[in-house]
């Protein structure tokens, strides 16, 4: 397990390094860096040109802005390997909007992700697994049909739509009911928030209710429908009815050889789709205005602003490579013929 896991770590960077250089040169040819001094009145002078051209690697890090010496300009590949020597050692660079280091941001913003996108993720794989199996055990049951209903519909429903309904009717209607707020709408705390723990806590799940129901909904739909057909598969199996046939008790049978086996399929589902999930979180936190990573990556393309969107690349890249690690660990757990295989 060692020696795969360290292969697949080996031909992940390989992809995510030509990924990144695919990325770097969309974003770097996208858009001029130095578009918002152009539209300044008065246009500032060639050396304030020159000095942004230098921070942002577009020429030689010798330029002299004043005397205009050394000023020959860098190819996208020259400024990709700058970026990429500054990456290797921790070092996102710095944004042309913020003129601040992109890392500290960075770190900010990722938390506030994490923190829907991990109890999203959750409560979504929680719930699949209760309806997938309730669904397959039941099969063509008034439960079953209903789970598959509501399935359906939150699978067809966009994130957004769904998002602004609960804005409108759950979160307002609830605040209300109980006459004070309870659920906000808007951020993802209060601003200027103080307290002590109980009152921070309530603040931040008031504020995480909404988009994480939203999130878990539309994700949930899909990995039921995975569980349930992988639950029915399992179930028509020969070593179940075996098992049935040695008088074994229907909740081992159930647990210990039908469920531990058709989780399986559903892990390589959610090892891909927890990836997809910050693709959800975009849209779910425009919606309701957190300040994640959502936000720094719109904000980062709008300005054309390289090292921002590589620094959501990278991180996106690398859940995603460790939730695809996961599951491969988590198949040799689920299934004893791939560990001793």
Not at 79 to 95: A, E, P
Not at 136 to 165: E, I, M, N, R
């Amino acid at each position: 397990m060692t020696g795969f896991a360290i292969r697949r770590l080996a031909i992940s960077l390989l992809v995510l390094l030509a990924s990144s250089v695919l990325v770097f040169s969309l974003v770097a040819n996208s858009a001029d860096p130095l578009g918002d001094l152009y539209g300044r009145n008065p246009r500032p002078a060639k050396s304030v040109f020159l000095e942004r051209r230098r921070e942002l690697n577009l020429v030689s890090s010798k330029c002299n802005p004043q005397t205009e010496a050394h000023c020959q300009a860098n190819s996208v590949l020259t400024r990709y390997g700058i970026w990429l020597s500054h990456f290797v050692r921790g070092d996102f660079g710095k944004s042309i909007t913020r003129n601040q280091p992109v890392g500290p941001e960075l770190a900010k913003r990722l938390l506030v992700t994490l923190r829907m996108v991990t109890v999203a993720g959750l409560l979504a794989i929680v719930l699949a697994v209760v309806v997938g199996v309730v669904s397959a055990v039941k099969q063509y049951s008034f439960a079953d049909h209903s789970a598959t209903f509501l399935g359906f519909l939150f699978l067809s429903t966009p994130v957004f739509w769904l998002a602004a309904l609960l804005k409108l009717y759950a979160g307002i209607r609830i605040n209300n009911f109980f006459g004070k707020r309870i659920v906000y709408t808007i951020g993802e705390q209060s601003v200027n928030l103080r307290g002590g723990l109980a009152h921070r806590w309530a603040d931040y799940l008031g504020h995480l209710a909404l988009p994480t129901i939203a999130l878990t909904l539309v994700t949930y739909a899909a990995w039921s429908r995975y569980q349930r057909a992988s639950m029915l598969d399992v179930l028509g199996s020969d070593y179940v009815r075996l098992a049935r046939a040695k008088g074994l008790p229907n909740r081992h049978v159930m647990v210990k050889h039908a469920l531990r086996n058709a989780l399986i399929p559903l892990t390589t589902v959610v090892a891909i789709d927890f990836g997809a999930l910050f693709g959800g979180a975009v849209i779910t936190e425009i919606v309701f205005n957190w300040q994640g990573m959502g936000q720094f990556l719109l904000d980062g393309v709008y300005s054309s602003d390289v090292n921002v969107v590589l620094a959501w690349l990278m991180v996106s890249a690398v859940v995603v490579i460790l939730f695809n690690l996961l599951a491969d660990i988590l198949y040799a757990f689920l299934d004893p013929r791939i560990r001793y295989g």
